[in-house]
């Protein structure tokens, strides 16, 4: 059985629906104070925007594409015990939008870390939750960089946030088993391989980067999403689609709250998330793309099954189970199937 050490997922990791009412929002019930959130426009077309405690309120960048960060007053303005702040920004606050935001528990604002060869500007660790989030400038000659996690990272997200020059999101995962394998965000592309961007698999304390501009030119900031397996809680893997309505069934140990995944054999298949809040649950077929900017999917092609102890593909789409093709995945839990006292969650 997988028992966890984390009874509340809630008190880590959460998505939160509202609706937006164009001016100034106060999104509320949080169970926590958030300090990464990504938030999306469900209705109309819209940037991805992710904001966290570590670069400030107001700087945001695009899961969707390549620029560099920038800084929107009516953006997200503040965090607040239980929720955020939003100002009149339509992609985030639209009037009447409906809007979702996955939220993650960090460290605040968080310090530098000195246990790489490349200082962090700032680094924010939940060792409970496997969660971490650190900015560093690049130096342009291979290093290692401190994430603070004390356990090694199974997904890695780093993007470039100096403006002058557009660089596309790198991302590994530990499904991606070839050395220096990595995926964009923020395209559509199969996975490729590039030993000067991750050059090895990270260890305990720090993760290591090469000499590429999208992970490590010299001068150029940078923010890294640092993400380790925690049993019941969060994981990240690989699994292998089979093409069929009774599809491939994912093991996490857990009620996924989110999932996300990417088809890496095959490109021009988009980014997936699903989630358990918005409506259309088991199955579950409102998909959103991080990767455009489009509103949410309503179709029935890559439908899942959220599960008490992991995930089960019902689509026969390329997108999320073609037969034969590797995908990777991000899970994040809504309860463990078994707690810490040994009791069975319940299944939703």
């Not at 939008?97 to 660790?125: E, H, L, M, Q, Y």
Request: hydrophobic share 35%; net charge neutral.
């Amino acid at each position: 059985m997988a028992y966890t050490t984390i009874d509340k997922s809630s008190l880590h990791f959460s998505p939160t629906l509202y609706v937006g009412n164009g001016g100034t929002k106060t999104v509320t019930g949080i169970p926590f104070e958030p300090d990464m959130s990504w938030l999306k426009n469900r209705s109309t077309l819209g940037d991805n925007e992710i904001y966290d405690k570590v670069r400030g309120a107001t700087y945001r960048i695009y899961p969707n594409n390549n620029s560099a960060q920038d800084a929107l007053a009516q953006g997200l303005q503040a965090w607040t015990s239980d929720g955020f702040t939003v100002g009149n920004n339509g992609a985030i606050n639209g009037n009447g939008n409906n809007i979702v935001s996955w939220n993650w528990k960090a460290n605040g604002a968080g310090s530098s870390n000195t246990d790489g060869t490349i200082n962090t500007i700032k680094t924010s660790a939940n060792t409970t939750s496997g969660v971490s989030i650190s900015t560093y400038t690049g130096t342009g000659s291979a290093g290692t960089i401190g994430h603070g996690l004390g356990v090694a990272p199974t997904a890695i997200w780093i993007k470039k946030t100096s403006a002058g020059g557009a660089e596309n999101w790198f991302c590994w995962n530990k499904g991606l088993t070839s050395a220096g394998g990595f995926l964009k965000l923020d395209r559509g592309d199969a996975a490729s391989t590039n030993n000067t961007a991750f050059p090895w698999n990270p260890q305990a304390n720090t993760f290591g980067v090469s000499t590429d501009a999208a992970t490590n030119a010299s001068g150029v900031t940078y923010i890294a999403y640092c993400f380790a397996d925690v049993q019941g809680f969060s994981k990240m893997n690989s699994y292998l689609g089979n093409g069929s309505t009774n599809g491939s069934f994912i093991y996490t140990g857990f009620s996924p709250a989110v999932v996300i995944m990417k088809n890496v054999t095959n490109a021009a298949t988009p980014w997936l998330i699903w989630d358990n809040k918005r409506p259309g649950y088991n199955v579950t077929n409102l998909r959103l793309r991080p990767n455009t900017a489009d509103a949410e999917d309503t179709s029935t092609a890559d439908p899942v099954d959220l599960l008490s102890n992991g995930f089960k593909c019902r689509g026969i789409n390329d997108d999320s189970n073609k037969a034969g093709s590797t995908f990777i995945y991000l899970a994040f839990a809504e309860a463990p199937l078994v707690g810490s006292n040994n009791v069975p969650a319940n299944a939703r």
